[in-house]
């Protein structure tokens, strides 16, 4: 008697695939009765479908655009929707601090575009992925007479991340992978609680890390800019 089977379908589409022993089964449609050629050689009730064969949903820019605007923000990695939550004061200010400063540089050198955390960019491998702040550089624009409604291809030249409590090494690594194999060149993440931010030119290691004494640069993704790191962490003073 077959004791299990593996069955590797979607909602829609039928398959067949084989038991160990050669024995056909098939299937119609996902969640439906599966029905063996030979019914007195299968134990139904002990087929079972493994969660790791089950199609990754493809999500189409229509289908990601039309998510509830409910004050949540999100990405898509590796097929699932990953709600990234709602940021607290501090995490907020920093990241309006960052992105002002840089957009009045940006800005005034034409160098290109600053874009906040809604701006959602498209990654080579299905995932869509949202910085904190993110800048991308005119020269990969050049073909563009202006923006689109939907994503942007690739990821920005310089991608800014500011940690909340919540984020792990393990989500910030993947993050960076994505980033650095999408067209970043330079990335940042700040650290609110601990004042200070490490500098990323690949996602293996941090290339530097910078205290409060220190200043943040654009280097050659944003030529000229500079930012004391201590800005980023100042009591309020009023």
């Not at 960052?98 to 575009?113: A, F």
Request: negative net charge.
């Amino acid at each position: 008697m077959v004791t299990a089977a593996t069955i590797k379908s979607d909602s829609t589409i039928p398959t067949v695939t084989r038991d160990p022993i050669g024995e056909t089964l098939t299937t119609e449609t996902m969640g439906k009765t599966v029905t063996p050629l030979r019914p007195d050689e299968v134990d139904v009730t002990e087929v079972m479908i493994a969660p790791e064969t089950l199609p990754k949903k493809i999500w189409t820019d229509e289908e990601f655009m039309g998510l509830p605007q409910d004050g949540h923000h999100y990405e898509i990695v590796n097929g699932e929707l990953i709600d990234m939550g709602s940021s607290g004061a501090l995490h907020g200010y920093i990241c309006s601090l960052v992105l002002s400063t840089l957009m009045m540089y940006i800005s005034s050198k034409k160098l290109g575009i600053v874009f906040d955390s809604s701006t959602a960019f498209k990654m080579k491998n299905g995932n869509k992925r949202s910085p904190d702040i993110s800048f991308f550089a005119k020269a990969r624009l050049q073909n563009l007479t202006e923006l689109p409604v939907g994503f942007l291809d690739g990821a920005p030249d310089l991608a800014i991340e500011v940690l909340s409590p919540g984020n792990t090494v393990g989500e910030i690594h993947d993050k960076l992978v994505d980033y650095f194999e999408n067209g970043t060149g330079l990335a940042w993440v700040i650290h609110p609680l601990e004042h200070y931010v490490l500098v990323y030119r690949s996602a293996q290691e941090p290339d530097r890390l910078l205290k409060t004494i220190d200043r943040l640069e654009g280097e050659e993704v944003v030529p000229g800019f500079t930012l004391p790191v201590a800005d980023l962490f100042q009591a309020l003073s009023f």
